[in-house]
C-alpha cells in the first residue's frame, strides 16, 4: 500500500469518527465520554428540520400542581412547531404508569418526560427507555439511580429546611407542638420535604407531636388533620408539604373550632385556586413556589432534539417563600404576559 493511500484510509477513518461523534450515538456518561454533561442520548436529533412527538407521562391529575405542569408543558410545546406531545395520566397507579411508557416506546416517541408516581416501581422502565436510546427528562419527582438524561426541579430538602426556619423565625419562635402532613410515602418529595423541615426546626424547641401521610390531596388532607387535631388538641400549628393538603387542613382546623391556626403549605401555583391567593387570603400563612419546570422540561428538549446539544444532568429551579407581605405582588409578577 502506497503512502498517499495509507494517509488517506487515515483521514477517512478521522472523518467518520468525527461524524460519530457529533451525532451522539453514545451515552456520554458512558467509558470513555465526557464529564460533566448529562447523558444527552441525541441519535434521534434531525435538527431544526425534524418532527419529534414527546411522551409525557404525569404520575396524577388530581393535584392542581399536576394539572398545571402538563398546562406549562402543553404551552411552551406549542410554541415550537417541530414537537407534538402526548400526555398520559397514571392516576397514582405504578403500574399503569409504567404501562403507560412502555406503551409511549412501542410508539417509538423521541423523547420521555415523566413525573414518577413513586421512585422505585418507575425505574426500570425509565432506565429502559434511557437504554434505548430515548432521551428522558425526569420532573419534579425523582427515580432511583442515574440512568435518565436529565432531573429537573426544585430542591426539596431545601425548601423543607426553610419552612422549618420559619417556624423556628416566626410562627413559634418560643418554640411549640406541631403535626404534620406528609406527601405520598413513596415520592422523593415527602421524605425530602420531611427530612429539610426537621433540619430547619432544630434546635428551636418545637416538637412534631404528630404526622400522617395524605397522598398530596386536598380530602386526605382535611381526613388526616381532623384526625391529628383530635389526637392532639394542643397541636399549636401544622406543616402541610403541599398546599392542597393545607387547605384540608384549614376546613379541619375550622371544624375543630381553631380556624386561626397557623398552617404552611408548599407549591405556591399563581391560580386563582393556588397557595399564593391561599396566602394572600389568609388560609394559609405562608407557602413556598415550587416551580413546575414544565417549560424548563420543553427548553432542554429542544436543546436535546433540535440543537444538537447537551443538558445538565441536574437543573435546580428556585424557590421563593410567600406571605402576606409580597403574595399579592409575587402573584402579578408571575402572571404578567
Known amino acids: 500500500m502506497s503512502t498517499t493511500t495509507r494517509r488517506g484510509l487515515v483521514l477517512a477513518a478521522a472523518g467518520v469518527a468525527l461524524v460519530a461523534t457529533a451525532c451522539g450515538t453514545t451515552h456520554e456518561n458512558a467509558p470513555g465520554g465526557s464529564a460533566g454533561a448529562a447523558p ?158 426537621a433540619e430547619g426546626i432544630a434546635g428551636s424547641g418545637i416538637t412534631i407531636v404528630g404526622t400522617a401521610d395524605a397522598d398530596w390531596l386536598r380530602d386526605k388532607g382535611q381526613q388526616q388533620a381532623d384526625a391529628l387535631l383530635k389526637a392532639h388538641p394542643d397541636a399549636q400549628a401544622i406543616f402541610s408539604e403541599n398546599d392542597p393538603m393545607a387547605e384540608g387542613a384549614r376546613l379541619a382546623a375550622q371544624n375543630a373550632g381553631k380556624a386561626t391556626l397557623p398552617i404552611v403549605g408548599i407549591d405556591g401555583l399563581p391560580v386563582p385556586e393556588g397557595g399564593i391567593k391561599a396566602v394572600e387570603a389568609g388560609r394559609l400563612s405562608a407557602t413556598f413556589i415550587y416551580p413546575t419546570g414544565g417549560a424548563e422540561a420543553v427548553a432542554a428538549a429542544k436543546k436535546l432534539l433540535i440543537d444538537c446539544a447537551t443538558v445538565p444532568k441536574t437543573q435546580t429551579l428556585q424557590t421563593r417563600q410567600i406571605t402576606k407581605d409580597n403574595a399579592t405582588q409575587v402573584y402579578a409578577e408571575l402572571n404578567q404576559g
Open 40 to 197: 444527552a442520548t441525541q441519535t434521534a436529533c434531525k435538527g431544526p428540520g425534524g418532527k419529534y412527538t414527546i411522551g409525557m407521562s404525569q404520575a396524577n391529575l388530581g393535584e392542581p400542581y399536576r394539572v398545571r405542569m402538563d398546562d406549562d408543558i402543553r404551552k411552551a410545546a406549542a410554541a415550537v412547531p417541530q414537537f407534538t406531545v402526548h400526555f398520559a395520566d397514571a392516576a397514582q397507579d405504578n403500574s399503569k404508569q409504567v404501562e403507560q411508557v412502555s406503551t409511549f416506546l412501542t410508539q417509538k416517541i423521541d423523547l420521555l418526560i415523566i413525573s414518577p408516581n413513586e421512585a422505585t416501581p418507575l425505574t426500570g422502565v425509565v432506565k429502559k427507555a434511557y437504554d434505548q436510546g430515548i432521551p428522558v427528562l425526569v420532573l419534579d419527582r425523582k427515580v432511583d439511580g442515574d440512568g435518565y438524561t436529565s432531573f429537573i426541579g426544585a430542591d426539596n430538602v431545601d425548601i423543607g429546611r426553610q419552612a422549618g426556619r420559619y417556624f423556628k423565625e416566626h410562627l413559634l419562635p418560643q418554640g411549640g407542638k406541631i403535626v404534620e402532613l406528609k406527601g405520598l410515602a413513596g415520592s422523593t418529595p415527602a421524605k425530602e420535604r420531611a427530612d429539610g423541615f
